[in-house]
């Protein structure tokens, strides 16, 4: 099934696409997505492939997820995000720790972003959540960003103590990917209790990185992104 899957991700490829995407995605030698090889496929595209396999045991997942090619791993993860929806507590358990034993493979911002929400966020709604911040601690950086990005399903449920929590101990990271989630998170919070997410902003906005602070008051009215921005 594997090598099915492979073959009609390659029927889908387009070159002129796939050099952009390797342009926006960062491949070349010292960026953050090095040696990232891109098809050039939507995904729209590569739903409908990854809704054609869903099937796939989670034995036949690791191929795809070490594959160099982007398409391959974002198929993966679509199919195993549909296995954890469809599955039972047992199941969901076991997707859970298939993933976390995987994410050297979740390599790039947007991998991160369509699973870590629907899988390690979702699973500990009801859990406890050390494990997020033991992520906020990783010397990886796709890892810090999946501790962030997974309190999404937490802000879904309008629980957003986490989301601070972690969010201040990303204020001083060095990279502008997790400047970007962590103010997009804020920015959620902001759209379910813009009270709660001002707070938090009042005491760190001096301090915030500015892209952090731009993301998060985004949806603000002009004046007052004016007085944050004046730190």
């Known amino acids: 099934m594997v090598s099915r899957i492979k073959k009609d991700l390659q029927k889908c490829a387009n ?12 491949t ?10 891109f098809l050039g496929i939507t995904v729209p595209e590569q739903r409908k492939i990854a ?28 199919i195993l995000i549909e296995k954890y929806r469809k599955g039972d507590d047992g199941s969901k358990g076991e997707i859970f720790d298939f993933y976390l034993r995987h994410t050297k493979h ?45 309190t999404f399903a937490f802000i879904r449920n309008s ?22 989630a962590v103010g997009w998170m804020l920015r959620e919070i ?6 709660k997410e001002e707070a938090f902003l009042r005491i760190h906005y001096r301090k915030m990185p500015r892209t952090m ?10 004046e007052k992104r004016k007085s944050y921005l004046k730190r």
């Open 106 to 150: 979740i390599n790039n911002w947007d991998l991160v972003d369509l699973s870590a929400g629907h899988i390690l966020g979702h699973y500990l709604l009801n859990k406890d959540r050390a494990l997020l911040y033991r992520l906020a601690r990783s010397g990886n950086l796709w890892e810090r960003r999946m501790a962030i990005m997974a």
């Open 51 to 78: 809704k054609k396999y869903s099937g796939l045991p989670l034995s036949g997942l690791p191929t795809l997820l070490s594959s160099r090619i982007h398409e391959h791993r974002l198929v993966a993860l679509l």
């Open 190 to 195: 902001g759209k379910r209790n813009r009270k």
């Open 213 to 222: 602070l731009r993301y998060a008051i985004e949806r603000f009215d002009q």
């Open 28 to 37: 070349k030698k010292g960026q953050y997505g090095e040696g990232d090889i």
């Open 15 to 26: 070159p002129e696409k796939a050099e952009i995407l390797s342009s926006f995605f960062k």
């Open 159 to 180: 629980e957003f103590d986490d989301t601070f929590r972690i969010a201040g101990m990303l204020l001083s990271d060095a990279h502008d990917l997790i400047h970007k």
